[in-house]
């Protein structure tokens, strides 16, 4: 299975992106992730194959992650974006039902590209 990640690019604090995430194959857990210049790359949403959902606390109340299972294709909606928000996006997904820990990187079988979020104060 391959993951393409789309949907990044430059924003203004304040603004609002929405990142894609196309699976060449059906995939269980679906996980973003992110990475700033110089810092380990971090957890920041993942949605189940049910749709049960899990945020960091850096994410909640900002972002917003979907799926569409028929499609394969993951989502995360952000809003509120603030200049700590920049870096690249790193969408993930599990090719097992159940992930115990969705927040691991250890937990993802597939790794997308990286797309690139820079928000401009």
């Known amino acids: 299975v391959q993951l393409q990640a789309s949907g990044g690019g430059l924003v203004q604090a304040g603004g609002s992106l929405r990142l894609a995430c196309a699976a060449s194959?059906?995939?269980?857990?679906m996980g973003w992730f992110r990475q700033a210049p110089g810092k380990e790359r971090e957890f920041v949403a993942a949605?189940?194959?049910?749709?049960?959902?899990t945020y960091a606390d850096s994410a909640k109340g900002r972002f917003t992650i979907s799926r569409d299972n028929a499609k394969n294709t993951g989502y995360l909606q952000m809003t509120s974006l603030k200049p700590e928000d920049t870096a690249v996006y790193y969408c993930a997904a599990s090719r097992r039902l159940r992930v115990q820990s969705p927040e691991i990187m250890r937990e993802y079988d597939y790794w997308g590209q990286g797309t690139l979020v820079t928000v401009s104060s």
């Open positions: 949605i189940s194959w049910s749709g049960g959902t």
């Open positions: 194959g059906r995939t269980y857990a």
